[in-house]
């Protein structure tokens, strides 16, 4: 009897040490899991940290890049966060990790959909048409970014460190991730006016009061125009088109640009450099080639930053060159 209670004692302890085994194995997997999750939640964040400071420096100080070059980098920045999204969505959440995965993968798609919008805007913003209403929208997906960081903050972060706490896992809390920063600074559409303005070759950004060109008057060869209708031009050589244009704003404007298309083809420019509050300048644009028997020239004068009405930078007309 004692011998075969020796022996159920043994194997029972050793069932207890099997099962014990057993659990510690599943724990210690578990456990890799929590902190193979938090690593490389820490390691996106860490990147996506290297894309904000590269994004929001280049704003701050673009140096001597060109809009062209101004506008690829961001491009570039914007495939990396759309890089950093689609790792996110392909994180396999161990354990409790399930609500701080749904959390994370809202933080990388606000911050992905947003840079794709500001990507989207930027060349736009950057130029002379339209580039007012382009600024806007970049200025509100600032917001969104910073959306993101909320979240990040609030739920991610506290969410993913709890679960490993309460794991008994040390040494693996994950990094803080913050996209914009400086505060609020970069939610003004002012701020992010002048930020672009500063890029070499942009239109600059718009200064406070009201802006706004008109055209005055086209003539050919000393010719005037008269829009929506026909004149008769004679001359010999390359005729030239010459486009009179009022500073209707309060504010010199500076590189205003002027184009006339031919026949809905061919399109000229000519630039003047500047006019005061005002005050009207003429730019002189040649037609090359030279146009034969009757064309249309459509005049065009390229909105500057802040001017909200355009209709009158655009007139049409018929001319035989005779």
Same mark, same amino acid.
């Given at each position: 009897?004692?011998?075969?209670?020796?022996?159920?004692?043994?194997?029972?302890?050793?069932?207890?040490?099997?099962?014990?085994?057993?659990?510690?194995?599943?724990?210690?997997?578990?456990? @890799?899991?929590?902190?193979?999750?938090?690593?490389?939640?820490?390691? #996106?964040?860490?990147? =996506?940290?290297?894309?904000?400071?590269?994004? /929001?420096?280049?704003?701050?100080?673009?140096?001597?890049?060109?809009?062209?070059? /101004?506008?690829?980098?961001?491009?570039?920045?914007r495939g990396a966060m759309d890089?950093?999204a689609s790792r996110v969505d392909?994180?396999?959440?161990?354990?409790?990790?399930?609500?701080?995965?749904?959390?994370?993968?809202?933080?990388?798609?606000? @911050?992905?959909?947003?840079?794709?919008?500001?990507?989207?805007?930027?060349? =736009?913003?950057?130029?002379?048409?339209?580039?007012?209403?382009?600024?806007?929208?970049?200025?509100?997906?600032?917001? =969104?970014?910073? !959306?993101?960081?909320?979240?990040?903050?609030?739920?991610? @972060?506290?969410?993913?460190? $709890?679960?490993?706490?309460?794991? !008994? #896992?040390?040494?693996?809390?994950? *990094?803080?991730?913050? /996209?914009?920063?400086?505060?609020?600074?970069?939610?003004?559409?002012?701020?992010?006016?002048?930020?672009?303005?500063?890029?070499?070759?942009?239109?600059? *950004?718009?200064?406070?009061?009201?802006?706004?060109?008109?055209?005055?008057?086209?003539?050919?060869?000393?010719?005037?125009?008269?829009?929506?209708?026909?004149?008769?031009?004679?001359?010999?050589?390359?005729?030239?088109?010459?486009?009179?244009?009022?500073?209707?704003?309060?504010?010199?404007?500076? $590189? #205003?640009?002027?184009?006339?298309?031919?026949?809905?083809?061919?399109?000229l420019q000519g630039t003047i450099? =500047?006019? &005061?509050?005002?005050?009207?300048?003429?730019?002189? #644009?040649?037609?090359?080639?030279?146009?034969? &028997?009757?064309?249309?020239?459509?005049?065009?004068?390229?909105?500057?930053?802040?001017?909200?009405?355009?209709?009158?930078?655009?007139?049409?007309?018929?001319?035989?060159?005779?």
């Amino acid at each position: 009897m004692l011998r075969r209670g020796l022996a159920l004692g043994g194997g029972l302890l050793l069932v207890i040490l099997i099962v014990l085994g057993v659990k510690g194995c599943l724990d210690a997997r578990a456990h @890799r899991a929590l902190s193979d999750y938090a690593r490389n939640v820490s390691e #996106i964040a860490t990147e =996506t940290e290297h894309t904000s400071k590269s994004f /929001f420096g280049k704003l701050a100080n673009p140096g001597n890049l060109s809009v062209t070059e /101004f506008v690829t980098q961001v491009e570039a920045e914007r495939g990396a966060m759309d890089g950093y999204a689609s790792r996110v969505d392909g994180l396999s959440a161990p354990g409790d990790m399930g609500d701080a995965q749904s959390a994370l993968e809202l933080v990388y798609k606000l @911050r992905s959909d947003a840079m794709d919008e500001i990507a989207e805007q930027m060349s =736009t913003a950057l130029g002379d048409v339209g580039a007012q209403k382009a600024t806007a929208k970049i200025a509100k997906e600032m917001q =969104t970014l910073m !959306g993101s960081d909320v979240v990040y903050a609030e739920v991610v @972060r506290p969410e993913i460190d $709890g679960v490993l706490a309460s794991n !008994g #896992i040390e040494g693996s809390d994950v *990094p803080a991730s913050v /996209f914009v920063p400086e505060g609020t600074k970069w939610l003004d559409e002012a701020t992010v006016a002048a930020a672009l303005g500063s890029v070499s070759g942009a239109s600059g *950004p718009a200064t406070p009061g009201v802006h706004g060109l008109g055209l005055i008057s086209t003539s050919v060869n000393g010719t005037e125009l008269v829009a929506e209708s026909t004149t008769g031009v004679i001359g010999e050589g390359t005729p030239e088109v010459e486009v009179e244009v009022q500073n209707q704003g309060g504010s010199t404007e500076n $590189g #205003i640009s002027v184009s006339v298309t031919v026949n809905g083809g061919t399109t000229l420019q000519g630039t003047i450099e =500047t006019i &005061g509050a005002g005050e009207s300048e003429t730019v002189s #644009i040649p037609l090359t080639p030279a146009p034969k &028997g009757e064309a249309t020239l459509e005049v065009d004068v390229a909105t500057v930053p802040g001017e909200l009405v355009s209709e009158n930078n655009k007139a049409s007309y018929t001319v035989v060159f005779e």
